[in-house]
């Protein structure tokens, strides 16, 4: 029987140069060892107490549901109400926010003013995990917006989903009659804070 030659080469092997005996479990132990000092490096670095892991995870500044358009009896004054949670350092707040106030005459919106101020109040309830409190806040308002903040509540503890509740009475501008007040009635929003 005769073997018939082949048409291509056969491919070269990749040529190594020997290594000496003991240099390649030197390289190793020094590729190893690096390894091992850049994973002790983490352990070396002292763990966050849970303190500061809550601190760092607290949240700031305001959060809010939307705000609300809200007309009085008759239709003769106008606002727009919001509540907010503020978290900070002077402590953990709701805020209630006031803007647009306004009252029709003579064919014409107009805006809230020195002359003719807003009166309004808000209160209701913050809850979250089983924790409760309450809040109530007033406001005389010469011009188109403005808010007032409670006192320091409890209940505002950090990240989470809060349920609040928020009553918002407004009397003015110009038609002090309280047959032309707002009167929201109970409202219930969620307000979700960031971790």
Known sequence: MRLSRRTKPAPTPPVTTPTPAGQRSRRMAAGLGATLLALSGTALVTPATAAQQRAA????GDYCANAEQLYGGGQYTYGRAQVCLRFGSGGNQVVVKSSEAQYYWGNAWYYASSDYPVNW????????????????????????????????????????SYSVTMTFHQNGP????SSNDIDSGQRSYQISVPC
């Open 174 to 177: 110009y038609w002090t009659d």
């Open 57 to 60: 995870a607290a949240p700031t």
């Open 121 to 160: 109040n808000a209160s209701g309830t913050v809850s979250k995990s089983g924790q409760s409190g309450s809040y109530s806040v007033r406001l005389q308002q010469p011009g188109r917006s403005g808010s007032a903040a409670s006192n320091p509540l409890a209940a505002l503890n950090g990240c989470g």
